[in-house]
Nanobody
Framework: QVQLVESGGGLVQPGGSLRLSCAASGSIFSINAMGWYRQAPGKQRELVATITSGGSTNYADSVKGRFAISRDNTKRTVYLQMNSLKPEDTAVYYC??????????????WGQGTLVTVSS
């Protein structure tokens, strides 16, 4: 069984920083793209940032210049460094990865989510 486990969420004041981590575990052959999504109360889940296995990144316009996604392939872990946080960044943040294992092709796997609250 494959799973993604996020950590690093919490309460932070506006202008502050947080770093989220997401580690993949289980019978994994390889991991293709990894990413972070978020869902605010009453809103749909939206893309925050993605990173390919080669390190190419993509960001939502709302976080460009403030957030940075990175990954450590040896640790099967993806990170999201969030700086200059705003109240509108408050959401549950979900990790996502395309994983190859004992099945055909890549399986899209989601983490359980971690809550980020930006408030004074």
């Amino acid at each position: 069984q494959v799973q993604l486990v996020e950590s690093g969420g919490g309460l932070v004041q506006p202008g502050g920083s947080l770093r989220l981590s997401c580690a993949a575990s289980g019978s994994i052959f390889s991991i293709n793209a990894m990413g972070w999504y978020r869902q605010a109360p009453g809103k749909q889940r939206e893309l925050v940032a993605t990173i390919t296995s080669g390190g190419s990144t993509n960001y939502a316009d709302s976080v460009k210049g403030r957030f940075a996604i990175s990954r450590d392939n040896t640790k099967r872990t993806v990170y999201l460094q969030m700086n200059s946080l705003k109240p509108e960044d408050t959401a549950v943040y979900y990790c996502n990865a395309d994983i190859a294992g004992n099945w055909d092709g890549y399986l899209e796997v989601w983490g359980q989510g971690t809550l980020v609250t930006v408030s004074s």
